[in-house]
C-alpha cells in the first residue's frame, strides 16, 4: 500500500515517573509483557522466542500514520478524544481513539488491556479494531467508524425505541456478549448507551474495552470497582465478586432506557433530582430492581427486561440463554437500516473532507 506523508508535531513531555519508564524502551516503543506498540503498529511476541523480540516493522498491508488524515474531532474524554480519519489513498473512514499516556501505572495497564482485547477479538458485533500506534506520548487506535454514532445519541433523536427495534439490537448485542463471555473470557464492566455504536447498515456492535477484564475462566469471579455508576450491577456497586452477569444487568438497564426514554431509576416525587452519585447508587443497592410497565410493554418485553434485571446475579439468565427468549425472536424481517437512516446519521463524514 501506498505510503502518504503526514505530517506530525512534535509533543514536549515531560520526563516519565517510574510507574511509567517501566512500560518505555529506549527506542520508543510502549512495552507490556509480550506486547509491544511504536509508530509502527502493534505486535505481541511470545516469551517462548529465543534472544530479543523482533523489531515491529512496517507492512505493505498495514495501516501507518502517515496514511491518515485527520477530518475532525468526534468525541472528547477526560484521557483522549475520538478522531474521524480518512485513509488517503482508499478515501476509507476510520475512528481513531487518541489517549494521551500519562505517568500513572493503572492508565498504562488498561490501555494494554483494551489493546490485547482489540488485538484477539475477531466478532462482527464488535467494533473492529485495525491497527494501533504509539507516538510521541499518544496511543492511537484505528477503529471501525460507526457513521450512526451510538444509541445514546439515537435515543436523543427518537426519545424512545419501538419494542421491534429493540429486539433486533437486543439479539445483536447479546450475540457480542456470547463471544465476549464464553469464547474470550471477558467481562465487559461498562456496558451503556454511548458505548453500543450503529450504522446505516443496521448493524449494532460493542465498543469500549478500556475497563474490561480478562478472566482465566468462565466461571472466574473478579472483584475490582470500575464503569460507568449508572449501569452498575448492585454487586459491583457492593464491592462483591462478581462475573459477567454484570454485563446481563447493565444491558437489562439500557434496553428498559431506551423503551421508556428515561433512566429507570428516578429519585423520589418529593425530589427533583438525586442531590448526589451516593443517593443513586445506594438506591440500585437497596431498592426493587425496576421493572417495565406491563401496561405500556408487551409481556415478552417485561419478562425479558425481568430476567436481566435480577438483583441477585444467580437469578439472571446468561446472554446464551437469553438469545432463545422469545422477545428476541418475536418480530421478523426487522428493518434496522431503514430505522437507523431514518434518524440520521450522527456525522456526515464528507461534511468537513
Not at 417485561?302 to 438469545?323: G, H, N, V, Y
Amino acid at each position: 500500500m501506498k505510503r502518504g506523508s503526514l505530517s506530525l508535531n512534535p509533543i514536549s513531555l515531560p520526563p516519565p515517573e517510574q510507574s511509567i519508564s517501566k512500560f518505555l524502551t529506549q527506542s520508543g516503543t510502549f512495552k507490556d509483557g509480550d506486547l509491544q506498540v511504536n509508530k509502527d503498529g502493534i505486535q505481541t511476541v511470545s516469551h517462548s522466542e529465543p534472544g530479543a523480540p523482533p523489531p515491529i516493522d512496517p507492512l505493505d498491508n498495514q495501516l501507518s500514520l502517515a496514511d491518515l488524515e485527520v477530518i475532525k474531532v468526534i468525541g472528547k474524554g477526560s484521557s483522549g478524544s475520538v478522531q474521524l480519519v480518512k485513509h488517503k489513498l482508499t478515501q476509507q473512514f476510520f475512528a481513531t481513539k487518541v489517549i494521551q499516556l500519562n505517568t500513572e501505572e493503572s492508565t498504562c495497564r488498561a490501555i494494554s488491556q483494551e489493546l490485547r482485547i482489540n488485538l484477539a477479538s475477531q466478532c462482527p458485533y464488535l467494533v473492529s479494531c485495525y491497527q494501533s500506534f504509539y507516538h510521541n506520548g499518544l496511543v492511537s487506535i484505528v477503529m471501525e467508524f460507526m457513521d450512526g454514532g451510538s444509541l445514546l445519541d439515537l435515543l436523543k433523536k427518537v426519545q424512545r425505541v419501538p419494542e421491534n427495534m429493540l429486539a433486533a439490537i437486543s439479539k445483536r448485542v447479546l450475540r457480542g456478549l456470547c463471544y465476549i463471555h464464553d469464547e474470550r473470557r471477558i467481562i465487559h464492566r461498562d456496558l451503556k448507551p454511548s458505548n453500543l455504536l450503529i450504522n446505516h447498515r443496521g448493524e449494532v456492535k460493542i465498543a469500549d474495552f478500556g475497563v474490561s477484564k480478562i478472566l482465566s475462566s468462565t466461571s472466574s469471579l473478579a472483584n475490582t470497582f470500575v464503569g460507568t455508576d449508572f449501569y452498575m450491577s448492585p454487586e459491583r456497586i457492593s464491592g462483591k465478586a462478581y462475573g459477567n452477569k454484570c454485563d446481563i444487568w447493565s444491558l437489562g438497564v439500557v434496553l428498559l432506557e431506551c423503551a421508556t426514554g428515561k433512566f429507570p431509576y428516578t429519585p423520589p416525587e418529593n425530589m427533583k433530582g438525586w442531590t448526589s452519585m451516593y443517593e443513586l447508587v445506594d438506591a440500585i443497592v437497596e431498592n426493587p430492581p425496576p421493572r417495565a410497565p406491563s401496561h405500556l410493554f408487551s409481556p415478552e418485553f417485561c419478562s425479558f427486561i425481568s430476567q436481566c434485571i435480577q438483583k441477585d446475579p444467580r437469578d439472571r439468565k446468561s446472554a446464551k440463554e437469553l438469545l432463545e427468549h422469545r422477545f428476541v425472536n418475536m418480530f421478523e424481517d426487522v428493518d434496522l437500516s431503514s430505522y437507523f437512516t431514518a434518524a440520521g446519521s450522527l456525522i456526515p463524514p464528507l461534511a468537513n473532507s
